[in-house]
């Protein structure tokens, strides 16, 4: 593996890490503090400020009409989609049942490659996705039953929702990855996500209990980390890594998730050890590996190369 692979490897697990002590920790302050659309109104806005700034002091590229309808659409799925429905999630349902979801990214990112791409689907890959989405199935009729009932399951829905539109974002994100600087593919699709999500959020930020005399330095840290860490940091390391490595690959590590939510979510008591959930993590990792796996002879002209 080249120095420049292990950098694209190194970046999307620096990513992921991230996101796994996101998903507990927002789930602090989410609705409890401040609302969905209030949180990713302040996350997409920060983060435009931040890269139109950063980009003063880079080199200036000039992005085609075209392109900038792929970052528009880059914007809606990877940001908005993803982060408003994982915000949304966080209200209804636990950071494991999240995490685990969330690892079913590489199938949906398989999924769609076949569809758009017309990339072929071998048997293996087909057992994989149903294996998969079987672990996923499970965790979403079990919510069913739990004393939150209908609002986990919708949870649940939710996070479904959130691997898919990360999916296409990924997908849609990655030729671009290649023309353009993180800075210039990121101050553009913060931008486009941030005037969509201003008027969805604008309304609900005065009402934030974050915002009152109630909130103290423990909460300021937590929605620093949302908005500096899991936003700025995590949101510029993924095209970092798509520069150096396929979707696919990259998608791999979401697998990082639930490991990481899932220890802090038990330690801190946010969610119980119960038998679903290392079954279905068990057979969400299983459907990962066999898909990611596939030796199929029409994948082999899907190397790592840019």
Same mark, same amino acid.
């Given at each position: ?146 004393? %939150?009932?209908? @609002?986990?399951? #919708?949870?649940?829905? &939710?996070?479904? !929702?959130?691997? +898919?539109?990360?999916? *296409? ?43 009152? %005399?109630?909130? @103290?330095?423990? #909460?300021?840290?937590? &929605?620093?980390? !949302?908005?500096? +860490?899991?936003?700025? *940091? ?56 066999? !898909? ?15």
């Amino acid at each position: 593996m080249t120095k420049e692979k292990w950098g694209g490897h190194l970046a999307i697990l620096t990513t992921n890490l991230i996101f796994g002590f996101n998903t507990p920790i927002a789930k602090t302050i989410v609705p409890e503090w401040i609302s969905p659309y209030g949180l990713t109104s302040i996350r997409m806005v920060f983060a435009a400020l931040v890269f139109w700034g950063i980009s003063l002091f880079t080199a200036q590229e000039r992005v085609t009409k075209k392109d900038l309808f792929i970052l528009f659409w880059g914007g809606v799925f990877g940001l908005i989609g993803a982060q408003l429905s994982f915000a949304n999630a966080l209200r209804f349902t636990s950071p494991v049942n999240i995490s685990i979801i969330a690892a079913m990214t590489p199938i949906a990112v398989m999924l769609l490659a076949a569809l758009v791409l017309k990339e072929p689907i071998s048997w293996k890959k087909a057992i994989g996705v149903t294996i998969g989405a079987s672990g996923a199935l499970l965790i979403i009729l079990c919510s069913s039953h739990e004393q %939150t009932g209908k @609002g986990s399951l #919708i949870g649940n829905l &939710l996070c479904i !929702v959130n691997v +898919i539109t990360y999916a *296409i974002y990924l997908v849609i994100t990655r030729p671009i990855s290649q023309r353009y600087s993180p800075v210039t593919l990121m101050k553009w699709m913060f931008l486009f996500a941030a005037i969509i999500a201003i008027p969805l959020g604008i309304r609900e930020l005065p009402e934030a209990r974050m915002f009152s %005399t109630e909130a @103290g330095w423990h #909460i300021w840290w937590r &929605l620093a980390y !949302v908005v500096i +860490i899991a936003t700025g *940091i995590a949101y510029i390391l993924v095209p970092m890594a798509l520069k150096r490595i396929r979707p696919t690959t990259a998608s791999m590590y979401n697998n990082v998730q639930p490991i990481v939510a899932s220890a802090i979510a038990i330690f801190i008591g946010q969610d119980i050890f119960t038998w679903d959930k290392p079954l279905a993590a068990l057979m969400v990792f299983s459907g990962v590996y066999l !898909v990611t796996q596939s030796k199929a002879k029409d994948d082999e002209r899907l190397t790592d190369k840019p």
